[in-house]
């Protein structure tokens, strides 16, 4: 069974930066392509950086220049650096496998990032 914790969110001025993680269990995050997803309030969920097949990474167009995916293989993690953080990055954010032909896995709890001064 997969398990998926987020973690790292929190309240942030904009401008600010944050990183966010996101550790694995039942499965090896390298294995997959994985990646990052954001739900605003009210909002429908919405994949915003992700690794793809081949380890090439690819962003959202609202977020590419300010976000990076990495992962740690050894750590079975996928983190999210978040720099100059706008009040539209305001969100819940999971993580996920990106592979559309697939049903997600269960999703985790997420971690909440509210950018606001």
């Known amino acids: 069974q997969v398990q998926l914790v987020e973690s790292g969110g929190g309240l942030v001025q904009p401008g600010g930066s944050l990183r966010l993680s996101c550790a694995a269990s039942g499965i090896i995050f390298s294995m997959y392509p994985v990646g990052w997803y954001r739900q605003p309030p009210g909002k429908q969920r919405d994949l915003v950086a992700a690794?793809?097949?081949?380890?090439?990474?690819d962003y959202a167009d609202s977020v590419r220049g300010r976000f990076t995916i990495s992962r740690d293989n050894a750590k079975n993690t996928v983190y999210l650096q978040m720099n100059s953080l706008k009040p539209e990055d305001t969100a819940v954010y999971y993580c996920n496998h990106v592979r559309s032909s697939r049903p997600p896995w269960d999703w985790g709890q997420g971690t909440q990032v509210t950018v606001s001064s």
């Open positions: 690794f793809r097949s081949g380890g090439s990474t």
